[in-house]
């Protein structure tokens, strides 16, 4: 069984850097992509930022040159660094991993954490 943990959320001032980490733990045989979502209340679900196996990033158009996404593939670990944080970046953060299980016969899955809340306050 695969398990997503977040951590890192909180409570910051606009202005303020948040680092959200991400630990995938189980039976992994390989991990294709990981990323993060968000959802603010009354909102849909939206991709942040994600980066692959070969470290190709994708970054919202709200949230580029203020988030930074890394991994540490021998770790399972997702990081995302957020700076500049604004009122609107409050939200449920979502860890996402796309990745093939020992026991998968070679497919994907996704699996999801339970989430982190992030809050800016102006």
């Known amino acids: 069984q695969v398990q997503l943990v977040e951590s890192g959320g909180g409570l910051v001032q606009a202005g303020g850097s948040l680092r959200l980490s991400c630990v995938a733990s189980?039976?992994?045989?390989?991990?294709?992509?990981m990323g993060w979502y968000r959802q603010a209340p009354g909102k849909q679900r939206e991709l942040v930022a994600s980066?692959?196996?070969?470290?190709?990033?994708y970054y919202a158009d709200s949230v580029k040159g203020r988030f930074t996404i890394s991994r540490d593939n021998a770790e399972n670990t997702v990081h995302l660094q957020m700076n500049t944080l604004k009122p609107e970046d409050t939200a449920v953060y979502y860890c996402?991993?796309?990745?093939?299980?020992?026991?998968?016969?070679?497919?994907?899955?996704?699996?999801w954490g339970r989430g982190t809340q992030v809050t800016v306050s102006s």
């Open positions: 996402h991993a796309l990745l093939v299980e020992v026991t998968g016969w070679g497919y994907e899955s996704d699996y």
């Open positions: 189980g039976s992994i045989f390989s991990i294709n992509s």
């Open positions: 980066i692959s196996s070969g470290d190709s990033t």
